[in-house]
């Protein structure tokens, strides 16, 4: 299980996007969300998150997550990007 060793970023602030900024943490998962439906969608978004990085074994992170109503399949895709440049596999 590889953790993130560097600061890293994947997407765009384009409209129906979203730009993921993850870096490492000393303990847990911190997520930082800034988005146009967060008050519809902000559950969804953090689990989507959450379920990513756990899928990529990622158990120690911060990530800044800037959303302009990206689909949830971006959203993941962004964050699996996000944390392989940040495990330098880029």
């Known amino acids: 299980m590889a953790e993130i060793i560097c600061p890293a970023s994947a997407g ?3 409209s129906s996007d ?43 992170a911060k990530l800044t997550i800037s959303d302009r109503g990206a689909l949830d399949c971006v959203l993941r895709a962004r964050v699996e990007t996000a944390v392989a440049r940040g495990r330098g596999q880029d």
């Open 18 to 60: 979203v730009y993921v900024e993850i870096e490492p943490c000393a303990q847990g998962i911190e997520i930082s969300l800034e988005s146009v439906v967060k008050a519809q969608f902000g559950e969804a978004i953090e689990s989507a998150v959450r379920e990513t990085l756990a899928a990529c074994g990622v158990e120690r």
């Open 12 to 14: 765009t602030l384009e």
